[in-house]
């Protein structure tokens, strides 16, 4: 396995065309036994058509237009409802919100919320895996396991929160993601499949990163009290930088279908053909050579080379690069806006927990009054 610290190399390996597959989220043990791929484990020409075609729900135009609205009623509701409480979980509230949020561009529109946060929460407990393992490293019993932990909240999830969408749909199509889907005709599995994988790319990351935000913003005051005054396009640039040193998906993999050379400053490396590539988020989003001084710190207004942005890698790049990158921003911006301006008390830290399927953080029990 070749493990890439370089954020140079890391977006050679995710920019060259057609010599590298998806290797992370254990696509490559999935991949074959679906009718129907996902987005994220597709390679090469029907990726491009599939990613030209959900194009239009992420365009950063659709995002302030169609979605804010609905961002600022949801974070106003929810805060409220916090201040209502002598104290609130936050990482609960993040999770609730994320999810509305995700739910409205993939349409998951005609179930109840809280449990649906519920069941997807559940889904993603998984037991640990080795992608450069045979049988991604699981034991009989965690394969089990796995195939317990997964099913069942997956069952329940087409059930209660997926087949009501589609039924929906099918009367009455609308501009989201499982219209679409029915459009090319996917089968009701592949839609649920579907829904599973933007539940965790679009749920569960922007869930951690609102919460990791936070955390950032109440032990460093200046940075909460610049954050507050500053116009928009400088929160932006705010909260890419704390995603740069806080990556919610912690590593890349691919696999080199050809062999690649790359070059790091004068020096060139060829990836043998077959070798499955690590690109360390954390890593790559720490290079000096890219952020400049003290990688380590959060340093708003970096003056970062032509071509990059404040996250780095945080959102991957090439043609797997988050389409949900802008709208993750702003649904972050609306809600931290919002809670920020209130006096908030942390009663309790929230404790470090590791997600697997996403190789990122996962914070938990994070208790704050707001008043
Ligand atoms: C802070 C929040 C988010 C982070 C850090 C994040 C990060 C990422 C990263 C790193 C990838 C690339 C994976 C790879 O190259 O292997 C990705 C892909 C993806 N993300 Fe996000 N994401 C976020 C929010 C969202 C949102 C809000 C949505 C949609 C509602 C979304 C939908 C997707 C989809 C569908 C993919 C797969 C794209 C493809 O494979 O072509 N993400 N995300």
Redesign the pocket.
């Known amino acids: 396995m070749w493990l890439i610290r370089s954020a140079e190399v890391a977006r050679q390996v ?1 920019r060259a065309r057609d010599a590298t597959t ?1 290797a ?2 254990t696509a490559e043990s999935l991949t074959g036994r679906m009718k129907d791929t996902p ?2 484990f ?1 390679d090469g020409e029907p ?1 491009r058509q599939q ?1 030209a075609k959900v194009a239009r729900y ?1 365009a950063p135009k659709t995002v302030a237009t169609r979605y804010h609205a609905f961002m600022e009623a949801r974070a106003d509701a929810l805060i409220a409802s916090m201040a209502d409480q002598p104290t609130s979980r936050l990482d609960r509230v993040t999770l609730r919100y ?1 999810v509305e ?2 739910s409205q ?2 349409g998951l529109t005609n179930s109840d919320m809280d449990k649906m946060a519920g069941r997807l929460e559940k889904f993603f407990d998984q037991p640990p895996f080795d992608l450069t393992r045979p049988g991604v490293g699981r034991s009989r019993f965690q394969a089990i396991r796995a195939a317990i932990a997964g099913n069942l909240p997956m069952l329940a999830f087409y059930l209660a929160d997926v087949r009501p969408a589609i039924v929906a749909r099918r009367k009455d199509p609308q501009e989201d993601v499982i219209t679409h889907l029915l459009g090319e005709g996917y089968a009701d599995s592949g839609i649920l499949i579907e829904c599973v ?2 539940g965790a ?3 569960v ?2 869930r951690e ?1 609102i919460s990791m935000a936070t955390l950032h913003f109440l032990r460093t005051p200046p940075l909460r009290d610049r954050y507050l005054t500053a116009g928009e396009p400088e929160r932006l640039a705010i909260l890419g930088e704390i ?1 740069r040193l806080e ?3 912690g590593h ?2 691919r696999r080199a279908q050809a062999d690649l050379t790359v070059t790091d400053g004068d020096q060139t490396h060829t990836i043998p053909q077959g070798a499955l590539i690590d690109l360390g ?1 954390r890593q790559t989003n720490a290079d000096e050579r890219i952020v400049g001084a003290e990688p380590e710190r959060i340093c708003p207004g970096r003056d970062l080379p032509k071509g990059w942005s404040e996250e780095v ?4 790049d ?8 802008a ?3 702003r ?2 911006d609306v809600f931290l806006t919002r809670l920020l301006g209130h006096d908030l008390e942390l009663v309790t830290e929230p404790h470090l927990e590791w997600d697997e399927l996403i190789a990122g953080y996962a914070l938990r029990g994070f208790e704050i009054a707001v008043r």
């Not at 890698?313 to 991957?316: I, T």
């Not at 090439?318 to 990158?325: A, E, L, R, S, T």
């Open positions: 995710l998806q992370g989220f987005i994220l597709m990726h990613r992420f994320s949020v995700a561009v993939i994988t933007y790319a679009g749920m990351t922007t990163f995603l990556p919610v998906v890349l993999f988020t890698m945080s959102f991957g090439g043609p797997h690069k988050c389409p949900g990158n709208l993750a921003l649904e972050s």
